[in-house]
């Protein structure tokens, strides 16, 4: 098994799901998740579940999704390392 391919599928699919949002987005639908990553909406679904509970997304009163504090205070750390 290559190096490349030696990943816990769920977590790279959660990165995926990060990854997802871009810079100036607005909020992102289920169905906009789903065409970006490729992902089954079930899937997208249970791994967000896990990335709301870790506030690395935050599922606002419309069902729409945006990046959580989680984020943020990562994103902190790495520019407090440099």
Avoid at 39 to 61: C, D, G, H, M, W
Avoid at 69 to 81: D, N
């Amino acid at each position: 098994m290559t190096s490349e391919h030696s990943g816990v599928a769920a977590v790279d699919r959660a990165l995926l799901i990060l990854s997802a949002f871009q810079e100036g987005d607005a909020p992102l639908t289920l169905a906009v998740l789903a065409r970006r990553t490729g992902l089954y909406k079930s899937t997208i679904l249970r791994l967000l579940q896990s990335l709301i509970r870790a506030e690395f997304v935050l599922r606002l009163s419309d069902g729409c999704y945006v990046i959580g504090p989680a984020a943020a205070r990562l994103a902190k750390l790495q520019h407090a390392a440099h």
